[in-house]
């Protein structure tokens, strides 16, 4: 099994950043990518960034610019950098972990970080 645990989220005005962290751990195996996805009341889990490898993102149309994902292998950690937040960026964030171990696939899911951006 493996756990998923992200922190870093809270409260920040308008224009302002904050930086996101997850950290997989337990019977990861070999992770195949790692990414955040948020999801607003009453919307659709959306994709924010995904990485995979050290440096292949691919990254959500309404963060390009905004956001960055990063990836520390030796930690199994991802970081989602954040500035230039909007209103409309408040959500919940949920952190995913995708790879094998012992040749069986899996996808894991965090608890989810509150961003909460207001004046």
């Known amino acids: 099994q493996v756990q998923v645990v992200e922190s870093g989220g809270g409260l920040v005005q308008p224009g302002g950043s904050l930086r996101l962290s997850c950290a997989a751990s337990g019977m990861i195996g070999s992770i195949n990518a790692m990414g955040w996805y948020r999801q607003a009341p009453g919307k659709q889990r959306e994709l924010v960034a995904t990485?995979?490898?050290?440096?292949?993102?691919n990254y959500g149309d309404s963060v390009k610019g905004r956001f960055t994902i990063s990836r520390d292998n030796a930690k199994n950690t991802v970081y989602l950098q954040m500035s230039s937040l909007k209103p409309e960026d408040t959500a919940v964030y949920f952190c995913?972990?995708?790879?094998?171990?012992?040749?069986?696939?899996?996808?894991?899911w965090g608890q989810g970080t509150q961003v909460t951006v207001s004046s």
């Open positions: 990485i995979r490898g050290g440096s292949s993102t």
């Open positions: 995913n972990v995708a790879g094998e171990y012992m040749w069986r696939p899996y996808s894991s």
